[in-house]
């Protein structure tokens, strides 16, 4: 009887529930509305396959910084340093393979890119969760660090790369491949284990967290090894991509980051939003940036616009936190 | 090398009952130079609920922590069951059958009332090496806990945000109720609650009592030691100077007590 009561009860919010699932997957609708509009005005975008197939693979670089970023952002943490550890990891990799010549098989030259993402990553986890440096400030330095030190390592484009180092991120088929199973595969351990939880409690209240025995240091330290390690990923996909490492290699990729991040519905405080949204966001940026360049805009304009979007996404986040307050306000009353 | 903890009752009411639930005996805690604790000896029976209360300050945190692992005593011995027990960690308390629910009742607010309740505790599935959450049996146990010991139809898929502050503290209940403890320790159930919410929650811990779990309620409201606990017990500047049935005390006596130590 009291089962049949609390499914009344679901019912008597259901109402406030709908505007809530809704607002958190509100990125589903936009895409599709961007989608119609994209079809309706420059066509050529979904009827070419080339173009299709050229859009999902030059999307996979930011892609996985989107997903390092997210990981970060679930846990309630921000991580300005993404691009920087793609770059340089990417850049310090090159410089071993190619210029010092120190180090000739491909695939010890992956280990050393992850490796890199995975210790800078993970040096920012302890200086968070261990010395409680700011999340902000201790990755903007990063930021700064790592951006300065990938220039001082060259100021030059890195060629020469060992095939077998750019094979991943130059097929299409095997990048897309790979920012796909990266996103599935860090969907199902969010939502299917003990770790995945802990980061959602940690993000929703990290004190909280601490109270009922999650391991909050550890926790912290292990989602900025995991975003260290996909902004390596990205740096390699972005190395195969272009079949060399440029000193400006994942610049400025933070901030269409936060914009997919963000419009994809995780959330800026942590503890809410789902992988597969942030995936969603990314699909969104890169359909907008494909749809201008195929319109013939000025490659200058689509850096606008990609500002504009960030600000239309925390327009969005903004006016999402109001109505969800206003929401829960009146569901907690109840 | 369990021992019987001598009997110290004073004849008005048992201070010391050797076959209390949980008993604490000749606790000292000590921060520094502050003596947060000292010399208490303390029982609480299987199956009540007994209050504890005092002024700030007077040692009623001190000694729930002691009891729920957060701080070991600097001497005395805890009994369970009879048989004298360390806890150096929350964990250990939990592993012997102690939750606490504490006054912040942290929870997450996000995240929905069956994850609140099984934070850290997920009923899981092996899958070769790995461990699953199974997130059906996360929500029938919830149900069942929520049906069993709350008494309020609280929907195990709704966040926590959308409760109010009475149903939070039955979730906090609840998560507590998770781990099956036999002792339940309460921090301020109902500070900062509304009439009909505090109402609720007190109506929540009498159903866990007669459920057969043993409850310790730290309060500084006198109201509420009186509508719910069997017996009490006072602190004043440390020790503990009356344990008595809540039949056999006025609000005046206590009042004297928290404030001098002794009855008026």
């Not at chain 2, 609280?154 to 099956?180: C, K, M, T, W, Y």
């Not at chain 2, 009592?209 to 009490?232: C, M, P, W, Y």
Request: glycine share 8%; net charge negative.
């Amino acid at each position: 009887m009291r089962t049949s009561n609390i499914v009344t009860r679901q019912f008597d919010r259901l109402p406030e529930q709908s505007v809530l699932i809704l607002l958190e997957n509100m990125i589903w609708p936009i895409l599709a509305v961007i989608s119609l509009l994209v079809l309706a005005f420059v066509p050529r975008v979904f009827t070419n396959t080339a173009t299709l197939q050229l859009m999902l693979f030059a999307a996979v670089p930011l892609g996985l910084i989107v997903l390092a970023e997210s990981v970060c952002l679930l846990s309630g943490h921000f991580d300005l340093s993404v691009g920087a550890i793609a770059g340089f990891s990417a850049v310090l990799t090159a410089m071993i393979l190619a210029e010092w010549s120190l180090v000739s098989n491909p695939i010890l030259g992956v280990v050393i890119v992850v490796a890199v993402g995975c210790v800078i990553g993970a040096t920012n986890g302890i200086m968070i969760a261990t010395f409680g440096v700011n999340p902000f400030l201790q990755t903007l330095a990063f930021f700064v660090i790592f951006g300065g030190g990938k220039l001082a390592l060259t100021t030059q484009p890195i060629s020469g790369l060992p095939d077998g180092y750019t094979a991943l991120g130059s097929s299409p088929i095997v990048a897309i491949g790979v920012l796909l199973a990266s996103f599935v595969f860090m969907a199902v351990i969010f939502r299917y284990t003990h770790f995945g939880q802990a980061v959602y409690a940690v993000g929703s209240d990290k004190e909280a967290a601490r109270a009922v025995g999650i391991n909050t240091e550890r926790t912290i330290i292990l989602v900025y090894t995991l975003s260290g390690f996909f902004c390596a990923l990205a740096g390699l996909m972005l190395t195969g991509y272009t079949g060399l490492v440029s000193p400006d290699i994942a610049d400025d990729m933070v901030f269409s980051a936060f914009a997919a991040a963000i419009i994809g519905g995780i959330s800026l405080f942590g503890g809410r939003g789902k992988l597969l949204g942030a995936l969603g966001g990314v699909l969104l940026l890169s359909l907008i940036e494909t749809s201008l360049n195929v319109a013939g805009f000025d490659p200058t304009l689509i850096e606008v616009v990609n500002g504009i979007v960030l600000l239309i996404a925390i327009l969005l986040y903004n006016t999402k936190a109001n109505i969800r307050d206003r929401v829960l306000s009146a569901g907690a009353s109840t | 090398m369990s021992s019987e903890p001598p009997d110290t009752t004073d004849g008005r009411d048992p201070a010391h009952e050797p076959t209390g639930k949980i008993a604490v005996e000749n606790v000292q805690k000590v921060f520094g130079r502050i003596v947060a604790l000292e010399n208490v000896t303390l029982s609480i029976r299987e199956n009540e609920i007994l209050a504890l209360v005092g002024d700030n300050g007077a040692g009623k945190s001190t000694l729930m922590n002691v009891l729920s692992g957060v701080h070991e005593p600097t001497s005395g011995e805890i009994y369970l069951d009879g048989e004298s027990v360390e806890f150096d960690s929350p964990e250990s308390a939990r592993n012997r059958g102690i939750e606490t629910v504490y006054q912040d009742l942290a929870l997450m607010d996000d995240l929905d009332v069956a994850t609140n309740i099984f934070m850290g505790n997920f009923p899981a599935t092996e899958i070769g090496p790995f461990r699953s959450i199974d997130w059906d049996e996360t929500y029938e146990r919830a149900e069942a806990i929520i049906e069993t010991h709350l008494k309020r139809d609280i929907d195990p898929h709704a966040e926590v945000a959308f409760h109010s502050g009475g149903e939070r503290q039955l979730v906090a209940i609840a998560r507590a109720l998770a781990f099956d403890p036999d002792i339940v320790i309460l921090d301020e159930p109902t500070s900062a609650l509304s009439v009909d919410a505090t109402a609720l929650v007190r109506e929540t811990v009498r159903n866990l009592r007669d459920n057969g779990k043993t409850i310790i309620v730290v309060s500084h409201s006198l109201d509420e030691i009186f509508q719910l606990a069997d017996r009490v017990g006072v602190l004043y500047q440390g020790e503990i100077v009356e344990v008595a049935s809540t039949d056999s005390v006025t609000k005046d006596d206590l009042s004297s007590l928290m404030v001098s130590g002794e009855r008026s």
